[in-house]
């Protein structure tokens, strides 16, 4: 597979007055991978879109995709896009196959072609019994589906997507990753905004990290974990308090700093890896047993709170109240 970038953006900026929404960023896409901008309300990310699609004119900067200036050229660009945003953009009181068969119109499709996509594209998003109710009747999880499933009538080289699963059921979201992967393994260039970083972690070939309209981090998940002093964190549950002890490890696992709670349990932390066996051997020779161990990896969440100094528990607001970043 050509590795080379699909998607370039150099030096985009976007001003509104005195307000800086977007601010010199670069970056680029890969053809075939799933890219992923990650960030909080505010951060940038849908204005980002925005540019690359043509609903919002630069600032500064530029962007090319398919070596087609996007900026100067937007029309040629979109012919080889499919755009999914954030608020459904179909038709209420047409039916599913109709809403299909209309997007494929505009791109020219022949209505053989597009009528023929159309039920194919309700096969494999599990609607074909939805295909003739009005779009309006949908659940959330269905007019999300529809919306990519019309994004995609056209089969498109690059697909943006606006916070795919934002606001759906369970069910719908794990379908809608599993379609991403299904198109990234046919050849689709994917790029989602998105501040589920569940999202991002399972199905993002690479991630950058966009707060306060700057990227400030890009990479795979595992060149994002080994980009920051994370440290490490081991859990013990025992059969005896080990609060008496806890002096002892911190002095005999140099560097180790060692917090117990009431239920006979510990928590050891150190910004050097500790090997789990030689703590429980240690324990074991003082006589004590240890029921449960378990070394806590960290996640991408916690690689995002630490580079962006975004607090845990605000994403976990946005997360349960469906916020969206823009």
Same mark, same amino acid.
């Given at each position: 597979m050509d590795i080379a970038g699909i998607v370039t953006v150099a030096n985009l900026s976007k001003r509104y007055g005195s307000l800086i929404?977007?601010?010199?960023?670069?970056?680029?896409?890969?053809?075939? @991978?799933?890219?992923?901008?990650?960030?909080?309300?505010?951060?940038?990310?849908?204005?980002t879109i925005n540019m690359m699609i043509g609903l919002a004119r630069p600032s500064g900067g530029s962007v090319a995709i398919n070596r087609i200036d996007a900026v100067k050229d937007i029309k040629k660009a979109q012919s080889i896009m499919g755009i999914v945003p954030d608020e459904s953009n179909l038709y209420d009181e047409m039916d599913g196959f109709d809403n299909l068969c209309f997007c494929g119109s505009l791109y020219g499709m022949s209505k053989a072609k597009r009528e023929n996509r159309a039920? +194919?594209? &309700?096969?494999?998003?599990?609607?074909?019994?939805?295909?003739?109710?009005?779009?309006?009747?949908?659940?959330?999880?269905?007019?999300?589906?529809?919306?990519?499933? /019309?994004?995609?009538?056209?089969?498109? +080289?690059? &697909?943006?997507?606006?916070?795919?699963?934002?606001?759906?059921?369970?069910?719908?979201?794990?379908?809608?990753?599993?379609? &991403?992967?299904? &198109? +990234?393994?046919?050849?689709?260039?994917?790029f989602i905004t998105t501040h589920y970083i569940e999202d991002a972690e399972r199905i993002c070939d690479?991630?950058?990290?966009?707060?306060?309209?700057?990227?400030?981090?890009?990479?795979?998940?595992? @060149?994002?974990?080994?980009?920051?002093?994370?440290?490490?964190t081991?859990?013990?549950?025992?059969?005896?308090?080990? +609060?008496?002890?806890?002096?002892?490890?911190?002095?005999?696992?140099?560097?180790?700093i060692v917090k117990t709670e009431k239920n006979n349990s510990a928590t050891l932390f150190s910004e050097k890896r500790i090997a789990l066996s030689p703590v429980l051997q240690y324990l074991d020779g003082k006589g004590v047993a240890?029921?449960?161990?378990?070394?806590?990896?960290?996640?991408?969440?916690?690689?995002?709170?630490?580079?962006?100094?975004? @607090?845990? /528990?605000?994403?976990?607001?946005?997360r349960e109240r469906g916020g969206m970043v823009k």
């Open positions: 929404a977007v601010n010199d960023i670069s970056f680029s896409i890969r053809q075939g @991978e799933i890219f992923g901008f990650l960030g909080p309300n505010g951060a940038g990310k849908t204005t039920k +194919k594209l &309700l096969e494999r998003f599990d609607l074909t019994n939805a295909g003739k109710r009005p779009f309006k009747a949908y659940s959330k999880g269905m007019r999300r589906k529809l919306t990519i499933a /019309a994004g995609i009538i056209h089969e498109p +080289k690059i &697909l943006f997507l606006d916070e795919p699963t934002t606001g759906i059921d369970v069910e719908s979201a794990r379908q809608i990753r599993r379609l &991403l992967l299904e &198109l +990234k393994r046919g050849g689709t260039t994917i690479r991630i950058a990290f966009i707060v306060d309209g700057g990227i400030v981090a890009a990479g795979t998940v595992p @060149e994002l974990m080994k980009s920051v002093s994370h440290g490490y081991i859990q013990l549950a025992a059969d005896t308090d080990l +609060k008496p002890l806890a002096e002892e490890l911190q002095i005999h696992f140099d560097g180790c240890v029921f449960e161990a378990k070394e806590l990896r960290p996640t991408l969440e916690d690689v995002f709170v630490k580079i962006t100094g975004i @607090e845990a /528990a605000r994403l976990k607001k946005e």
